[in-house]
């Protein structure tokens, strides 16, 4: 079983960067698909990035291209996610899922001058 946690979010003014973090523990993050959700107040949760296992091929939601990069860190278990020129819409809890079947908790990222 996988265990993930969430950090590195907080309250940002708009065009300003964060990252985030998704610690794994109880196994190797690299023998999955990591992907990084988020959820605004209100609205459905989308993925935003995601990396895959297999081929570290990575994909992006259309609303975060060329703004947020998602990279791993194999000798930490960590993957991170650098969020660029962030906006107000970027405003929402952020998850990170490990192969569909383990969340961790969120970390709020809030965008507001």
């Known amino acids: 079983q996988l265990q993930l946690v969430e950090s590195g979010g907080g309250l940002v003014q708009p065009g300003g960067s964060l990252r985030l973090s998704c610690l794994a523990s109880?196994?190797?993050?690299?023998?999955?698909?990591i992907g990084w959700f988020r959820q605004a107040p209100g609205k459905e949760r989308e993925k935003v990035a995601c990396l895959a296992s297999l081929d570290n091929s990575i994909h992006y939601g259309d609303s975060v291209k060329g703004r947020f990069a998602i990279s791993r860190d194999n000798a930490k278990n960590i993957v991170y996610l650098q969020m660029n020129d962030l906006r107000p819409e970027d405003t929402g809890v952020y998850y990170c899922?490990?192969?569909?079947?383990?969340w961790g908790k969120g970390t709020l990222v809030t965008v507001s001058s």
């Open positions: 109880g196994s190797r993050s690299d023998y999955y698909t």
């Open positions: 899922n490990a192969g569909d079947l383990w």
